[in-house]
């Protein structure tokens, strides 16, 4: 499977543990690190409520206004793309990925201050963090 995304701006890592308990991971190390979770979207949840199949795909919005509102005030296009978003979805092999926007594509697309990368540029290690935590 081609997980590399990066010229589209996506950022794509293999997860060892399944959807649920990947998001779960994130969700808790998120937490521990200030942010606030808006959101879980469970896809596959909602696609089986109207007698659809969809393999495990859950979408977590997290962030910290703190650090989105300077962004938004530099950038008020960039609230499309705020709060942030990690995607975690189950491939045909029955294989964990976990996808996100990259800061820098954030960044390019939206033109903000370099200035303002720090509010977001934590995202990657936040999510590699989750990813190898136990």
Request: proline residues 7%; aromatic residues 6%.
């Amino acid at each position: 499977m081609n997980t590399d995304d990066s010229a589209k701006g996506i950022k794509t890592l293999a997860a060892s543990r399944g959807v649920d308990a990947t998001l779960d991971r994130l969700e808790s190390v998120a937490k521990n690190h200030g942010m606030t979770v808006f959101a879980r979207i469970n896809f596959a949840k909602d696609a089986a409520a109207v007698g659809l199949k969809l393999p495990p795909t859950q979408l977590l919005i997290l962030g910290n206004p703190t650090g989105g509102t300077p962004l938004m005030v530099a950038a008020p296009k960039l609230a499309l793309d705020l709060p942030l978003k990690v995607l975690a979805w189950q491939d045909e092999s029955n294989r964990c990925w976990v996808s996100f926007n990259s800061p820098e594509y954030l960044q390019q697309r939206h033109g903000f201050p370099a200035a303002l990368m720090a509010n977001i540029a934590g995202l990657s290690k936040l999510v590699e963090a989750a990813l190898q935590g136990p």
